[in-house]
């Protein structure tokens, strides 16, 4: 695979879920219109999908060639939280044959926030485009699952690797799955997130190290790879 392809309201959905995507111009545009403007009438009209088919390309790409080199997702039974329209999960899969399921809200929220959500209310996601870009890139339908948070129940599974960039403890409480993944992992369980709080995880985990430092977003978060449980 060399790119995606993105329909319209699949690369509004990626500029609201990834706003480094969309051009300079309408960042500023965003800017001296807000948030609820570009959310829900600029972003509708005024983006070049092609470039953003690119751009997004591009940056899942890097993110699976960072996490690759920790962890082996050949064969493996992978856990998505919050990916998103699932650009990483799809060259996951292509690259590794990996299975992936996917834990999901399924609404937009009116005004996008980037930051701290602390009853894990808001959302940016269609599930139903989530499906339609997997398989419009050609994923097949019985290498994933989608599960709806709010309405589902969540996939009883022992899974190898659970992945939430930007998601899980960057934009709401690692609490709210902590329960969840726990029943849900082995002993060699890998999950990698986004947090501010490293170190805490030494408390939670017997293996815990970080992978990636970025000082270019919000909260200046720290990526880590943690296993075993406590």
């Known amino acids: ?15 609201l879920q990834r706003i480094e995507l969309t051009s300079l111009l309408l960042k ?52 998505s939280i919050g990916g998103g329209v699932g650009g990483l999960e799809l060259l996951i899969n292509k690259k590794f044959n990996s299975s992936i399921f996917f834990i999901e809200k399924n609404y937009i929220s009116s005004k996008v926030k980037y930051g701290w959500d602390k009853d894990n209310d808001e959302a940016y996601n269609d599930l139903s485009l989530l ?27 022992k899974f190898d690797i659970i992945v939430s960039l930007y998601s899980l403890d960057y934009h709401y409480d690692f609490n709210t799955y902590f329960d969840y993944i726990k029943k849900n992992s082995h002993q060699e369980t890998v999950l990698i997130f986004d947090t501010i ?22 909260h200046k978060s720290k990526r880590i790879m943690c296993s075993n449980i406590i």
């Open 1 to 15: 695979m060399s790119k995606f392809h993105l329909e319209k309201q699949i690369a509004r959905l990626v500029v």
């Open 28 to 79: 500023k545009v965003r800017k001296l219109f807000g948030r609820y403007i570009f959310s829900n009438y600029i972003s509708k009209y005024f983006l070049n999908t092609k470039s953003i088919e690119k751009k997004y390309y591009t940056l899942m790409k890097s993110e699976l060639e960072s996490l690759e080199k920790h962890v082996n997702f050949e064969n493996k039974k992978v856990l």
């Open 131 to 157: 499906n339609k870009f997997l398989l419009s890139n050609h994923m097949k339908k019985e290498k994933f699952k989608i599960f709806d948070y709010d309405r589902d129940s969540l996939p009883d599974e």
């Open 197 to 218: 709080k490293a170190d805490f995880y030494k408390e939670i985990f017997n293996k815990v190290k970080v992978i990636k430092i970025d000082n270019h977003t919000v």
